[in-house]
């Protein structure tokens, strides 16, 4: 079995995420006064007492609403439920118990779940004693006062989930998966391309722009071999982003794409290539990932002969610095050659982390050499020594010259062209550091 799954669940505004980015050490969730500003659930891993486990933050339970996305992230905590181990049940000292705390209660009797009680906003426990107490009427034994802001009373919270914990077992070790990335603007189909290939709603879907706004990680195996997808926030143009929870988001997809070994950039088949696709291609294409392009939405595009064609030059005419990455035209609403993605990013991934002997690199370079003689400024030719592969992820070169200034970015683009053609590198971009070396013959 996977290592064990604590989900955090309350009503909005408790401060179930402030708790969940001090576990895990990092910003992960959107921390903000607003109400329902954790929308989907968000996971992350932390580690108490030499044991590991998954930890996930879940959106505010609020009363029953004809609000679409409330009612939705209803749903996906009671998901995040299902799916736990144990549940740690956050409520807030300074309001008492409400209504929504007494339906959540309710929810979790129900589920029949190991429940943990916290009490959070304790910032001084002689101060709430008598309303911590309180909350023993929930049903849940002695709540644990917190104060998830001062980091207070978090250590005993986790020794209480390390005890509810199910028994460790030999297999909670990570496989090495491989980490995909889901990269595109706004309503462009990332969560449904993700449902569709989990085969359950995980994910927020709607069509109200940017309804997913945190970086959510599924973990995923099938035939095809072991997945972790990371479906991130769509990316808004500047002058949309004003409020300090867009820039959140904006910072999340950088920081998922820094993440993945392969990034899948899905683009609306309906209205092509936008301004804001080619800055999301850039973050991939400059991060050095494997890049998969996918056209989504292609069972609504009006096509004629030819259109498939067409439409594929003129993605790669808007993207030409992605001219490596293959594009593949899905539907994730249908499921239109989803199934196909998968050897594609499997290729990609294994290009990227392509490594070639300094000994094949050579004869290759030597090929290249005799085929197209390197330029020469001023009477002064270009002398390339030798090639070597110093890094991958992406496949990184250093060229060993007699002078930087005469090793032209055309003869660079040369010698580019003639890996990918002996060595393929579909999906990944290909780095080439120059070197200057002292020529033992003096020219």
């Given amino acids: ?56 933050d879940t959106g505010g339970i609020e009363e029953k609403s004809q609000d679409v996305i ?36 309710l929810m979790l009797k129900r589920a029949k779940k190991k429940v943990v009680l916290v009490c959070n906003k304790v910032d001084d426990f002689k101060k709430f004693e008598n309303d911590v107490y309180e909350f023993y009427n929930l049903g849940f034994g002695t709540p644990n006062p917190v104060s998830s802001a001062n980091a207070k009373g978090i250590g005993d919270v986790l020794d209480k989930i ?38 359950e709603n995980r994910l927020i879907v709607s069509n109200i722009a940017g309804t997913t706004r945190d970086a959510i990680d599924s973990e995923f195996e099938n035939q095809y071999g072991k997945y972790m997808f990371i479906d991130t926030a769509g990316l808004r143009r500047h002058s949309k ?41 850039g973050l991939a294409h400059e991060s050095g990932k494997g890049v998969i ?32 990455a293959p594009i593949i035209f899905i539907s994730a609403k249908t499921g239109q050659r989803v199934e196909k993605i998968f050897n594609l990013i499997n290729e990609v991934a294994n290009n990227n982390a392509f490594r070639i002997s300094t000994s094949n690199l050579n004869e290759l370079l030597a090929e290249a050499i005799a085929m197209v003689q390197p330029p020469t400024d001023k009477g002064r030719r270009l002398k390339i020594f030798y090639m070597t592969q110093v890094g991958t992820k992406p496949p990184t070169f250093a060229v060993f010259v007699n002078s930087k200034k005469l090793f032209h970015f055309s003869y660079e683009r040369y010698l580019v062209n003639k890996l990918r053609e002996e060595y393929g590198f579909k999906g990944t971009p290909i780095r080439m550091l120059v070197r200057e070396k002292i020529d033992k013959d003096g020219d």
């Fill in 162 to 199: 390390y005890e509810e914990l199910p028994e460790e077992t030999a297999d909670e070790q990570d496989d090495d998966k491989i980490k995909v990335a889901v990269i595109g603007k706004p309503n462009v189909g990332k969560s449904s391309l993700i449902n569709k290939i989990l085969g």
């Fill in 241 to 281: 982003v004003e409020e300090n929870i867009e820039k959140y988001s904006v910072l999340r997809t950088s920081l998922a794409v820094e993440r993945a070994d392969v990034c899948i950039l899905m683009i609306d088949a309906n209205e092509g290539v936008t301004e804001q696709d080619t800055k999301i291609a």
């Fill in 1 to 56: 079995m996977a290592r064990p799954t604590v989900a955090i669940v309350g009503k909005p505004n408790v401060g179930k995420s402030t708790f969940f980015n001090y576990l895990i050490g990092e910003r992960k969730s959107i921390v903000e006064d607003t109400p329902g500003v954790t929308r989907d659930r968000v996971y992350g891993e932390t580690n108490w007492r030499g044991r590991k486990f998954t930890l996930i």
């Fill in 293 to 324: 392009i996918a056209i989504n939405k292609w069972d609504e595009y009006e096509k004629e002969n030819g259109t498939l064609e067409q439409y594929t030059k003129d993605v790669y005419n808007k993207l030409a610095y992605l001219s490596y």
């Fill in 70 to 105: 409330a009612s939705q992230m209803r749903i996906q905590a009671e998901i995040a439920i299902e799916l736990s181990d144990v549940v740690v049940f956050m409520t807030d000292v300074t309001t008492g118990i409400t209504p929504i705390d007494k339906e959540i209660a």
